[in-house]
């Protein structure tokens, strides 16, 4: 037998069977789905706002509340020997999902917005001065801009952009141009929420790095479709939210590579982030504590850490093959009716779709697929830049995640349709 | 079109969207304010030329909503002829109608602005409702600075 060759029942290795999920299945485990929405079922489309729940992650925060609350890292009592354990469990298992190597990585934050801005106020001061660069990319969230905007202002830097293209994918040739001496940090998100867009990261890390230039990831709506590692990327930094990825709001994680972790100084001062105080010197505490001022999310961290099992469980493989499947129907579908407009072919799409329907207003829009149930976001997606990119002001998008069907698909259209009758 | 949708969008209201009226600049304006709901990204600039303390003509520009533009185009018609304190009454009268709903004697009083009646089933659309009046109150007010339903 040649090496390599073997023969078993099942799909050819070279074409793995997809992996499935059963749609009806994961709804059943998401109670906020059962409810109707004026008189309609629910059909929500606004994932890459804010995810739903599954079951595990509500009855992992109750549980918590109702059996362990107490702080964490203080206290010699039970209550809160258990409450420590369940926040620190959670961080092995967040940082185990994103490919990290060791927890203390793992910084809990507030959620990708905080992370940025962590990373902006404590690696950025440190490492730019006047006349440095910043690098961003046209697509990026409000989010991923003005942290570094505030960054620039202060310290007399400018704050460079890599151009999109008219598919909505990044332009490389231009990230090589852009990528110079003076250029700081290059931030760059994973995935645009406002096109689906999924950016060729690899590529992208590799360039700047070739350069000498550290890479922010800006995995928000990165992870909970493709999910990451941050090892394998070659990124100094990647920031995302726990309440995109089905775990509660309020909490999000910083993964920094432990050099950086370590000559950063502290963001914000306050307990748990110190080792020693007196009024003359304070020391800081080890990592991750040294970035988690205060008593943290305790509850989040533990949903987060729920949300991670759970999205483990169902399998990320079979997450992308579902919501890919659901993309391309929608993509299709949407295409056929007249006078709408799609935003973005982008060479790669995670679960977005952004549109217009011909003259009328996204916001009205929103609201008449409201009256069918459905729930879409209507608007600039905190990425401005970016319509201004397209001339627009504004956009419908729908966005899926592993619980969507393609039933959800067609009452989308059947809404649109609705929506060109009323403003025929 | 289901009846709470009707409600919203009302023939009048989709006809002064999709054709407002008093749309485009106004020469010899005397105000100008701009407003804009940082939410949606609708942006409008309202005109309005006042002579005597009475707004002669009211004009508006920009982007926006079915029923921001037709507020918009509404009210640059029904405030021609009143005073800054005749408008500050009609809006709050206005304002009520899009927050509370229809109340007694509103058609009467609030003429074709009655037409927006639907809106306080949307409580997230009363902003677009009011935009265009939030921007000629602070034209009239002298304001320097955009306004912005935030």
């Given at each position: 037998m040649i090496a390599g060759s073997t023969t078993r029942a099942g799909p050819p290795a070279d074409r793995p069977a997809a992996p499935r999920l059963d749609p009806a299945a994961i709804r059943a485990e998401?109670?906020?789905?059962r409810q109707t929405v004026r008189g309609k079922p629910l059909v929500y489309l606004d994932n890459a706002a804010t995810t739903q729940k599954p079951r595990a992650v509500i009855d992992a925060v109750r549980r918590y509340y109702e059996e362990d609350n107490a702080n964490v890292h203080?206290?010699?009592h039970l209550l809160s020997e258990r409450a420590t354990r369940g926040y620190e469990e959670a961080r092995v298992k967040v940082g185990r999902f994103v490919g990290?190597?060791?927890?203390?990585e793992v910084v809990f934050t507030r959620g990708t917005t905080e992370s940025v801005n962590l990373v902006a106020q404590t690696f950025g001061r440190t490492r730019v001065g006047a006349g440095d660069e910043v690098l961003v990319t046209g697509m990026e969230h409000h989010s991923n801009i003005v942290p570094w905007q505030l960054l620039c202002a202060e310290k007399g830097a400018a704050l460079k952009v890599v151009p999109v293209t008219?598919?909505?994918?990044?332009?490389l040739d231009a990230l090589d141009r852009l990528?110079?001496?003076?250029?700081?940090i290059l931030a760059v998100t994973q995935?645009?929420?406002?096109?689906g867009t999924v950016n060729p990261l690899p590529e992208i890390v590799a360039r700047a790095k070739a350069k000498g230039v550290p890479v922010l990831v800006d995995g928000a709506q990165g992870v909970p479709h493709l999910g990451f590692d941050v090892l394998a990327s070659g990124a100094d930094f990647y920031a995302f939210s726990g309440h995109k990825m089905y775990g509660p709001t309020g909490i999000g994680v910083l993964w920094g590579k432990r050099e950086h972790l370590d000559a950063m100084p502290p963001w914000q001062g306050g307990g748990?982030?110190?080792?020693s105080v007196t009024f003359e010197k304070t020391t800081w505490n080890a990592l991750p504590y040294k970035?988690?001022?205060?008593?943290?999310?305790i509850a989040g961290a533990i949903g987060l850490g729920a949300a991670v099992d759970w999205l483990s469980g169902v399998g990320l493989a079979a997450i992308a093959a579902h919501e890919e499947a659901l993309v391309a129907r929608a993509v299709e579908a949407l295409g056929e009716i007249p006078e709408l407009r799609l935003f973005g072919t982008p060479r790669r799409r995670a679960a977005v779709v952004s549109f217009l329907l011909g003259d009328v207003h996204p916001h009205d829009l929103a609201t008449i697929l409201d009256r069918h149930g459905i729930a879409v976001r209507a608007g600039h997606h905190c990425a401005q830049p970016l319509m201004q990119r397209f001339g627009v002001a504004a956009t419908a998008r729908a966005s899926f995640a592993a619980y969507n069907t393609l039933e959800d698909v067609d009452a989308l259209v059947r809404g649109l349709q609705a929506a060109r009758e009323v403003f025929a | 079109m289901s009846s709470e949708l009707s409600d919203l969008y009302q023939e009048v209201v989709l006809d002064h969207g999709k054709?407002?009226?008093?749309?485009g600049p106004l020469e010899g304006a005397t105000h100008h304010a701009e407003g804009l709901?940082?939410?949606?990204g609708d942006h409008f600039t309202v005109h309005a030329k006042v002579e005597d303390g009475v707004v002669r003509e009211a004009r508006f520009e920009g982007s926006g909503c079915a029923i921001s533009k037709a507020s918009a185009s509404v009210m640059t018609g029904i405030v021609k002829g009143k005073t800054a304190a005749e408008i500050e009454r009609i809006f709050e009268r206005f304002h009520r109608l899009v927050t509370e709903g229809p109340a007694e004697g509103d058609e009467e009083d609030l003429g074709k602005l009655a037409?927006?009646?639907?809106?306080?089933?949307?409580p997230t659309r009363v902003k677009c409702a009011s935009l265009a009046w939030h921007a000629l109150r602070a034209a009239l007010g002298g304001a320097r600075e955009p306004v912005s339903t935030e």
């Open positions: 998401f109670p906020i789905l203080r206290g010699v990290a190597r060791d927890p203390r008219d598919a909505g994918d990044l332009d990528l110079g001496p003076r250029t700081r995935v645009s929420n406002a096109l748990d982030m110190i080792l970035y988690e001022a205060g008593t943290p999310h | 054709h407002p009226r008093n749309f709901n940082p939410l949606c037409v927006f009646g639907g809106v306080h089933d949307y």
